[in-house]
């Protein structure tokens, strides 16, 4: 059972899309939009996303001011061709990626390491694992707490979306 009740074709948008649009506010008020992977945790009801320490701008950005939006529009590569579009909206907490076993950091790497293959050259071999730590290891967890979720059918923008206000299942 989900922590989070939403309708099947949501749930199937949230682990199937590759990238969304994560935005927050900087200090300024502006938003700022960046692509990102997020780990949907459906089993707690949340999302991950991870930035490095290197380029920490999205968890200053939410450390200032929670408030952030996930927006699912594009679902090339998902393999969901009538899936609607979804937009995330919630709270969010900044955390140092600390501990590399637990379940959810687990997820979210090897989701990252199946949409991006990339990634497996740096962190198959020992030394270049040696040399990049601080960028692919020394990461700050973003965690989302949804409280609102917008749906538009078929990505249909020109009519009203449907409104989620995120029930929690215990």
């Not at 099947?8 to 692509?35: A, F, M, S």
């Not at 990102?36 to 996303?49: H, I, K, N, T, V």
């Not at 497996?120 to 290891?137: D, H, P």
């Not at 609102?148 to 989620?164: K, Y």
């Amino acid at each position: 059972m989900s922590a989070l009740d939403v309708p099947d074709d949501v749930r199937k948008v949230l682990h199937e899309y590759y990238t969304c649009e994560v935005t927050t506010v900087n200090g300024q008020g502006q938003p700022i939009t960046w692509p990102s992977l997020p780990y949907y945790d459906e089993e707690a009801g949340q999302f991950l996303l991870t930035v490095s320490i290197a380029f920490p701008v999205k968890a200053f950005n939410v450390r200032r001011r929670p408030q952030i939006s996930l927006f699912y529009s594009d679902p090339t590569g998902s393999g969901l061709e009538l899936a609607p579009a979804v937009l995330v909206q919630g709270d969010a907490t900044v955390g140092e990626l600390l501990d590399f076993e637990s379940p959810q950091i687990r997820g979210l790497f090897r989701l990252t390491s199946r949409r991006q293959p990339d990634v497996r050259r740096f962190t198959s071999n020992r030394v270049v694992r040696k040399l990049f730590a601080w960028y692919l290891f020394q990461r700050l967890v973003i965690t989302v707490q949804p409280r609102r979720i917008l749906i538009w059918p078929h990505r249909d923008f020109s009519v009203e979306p449907r409104a989620i206000e995120v029930t929690h299942v215990e």
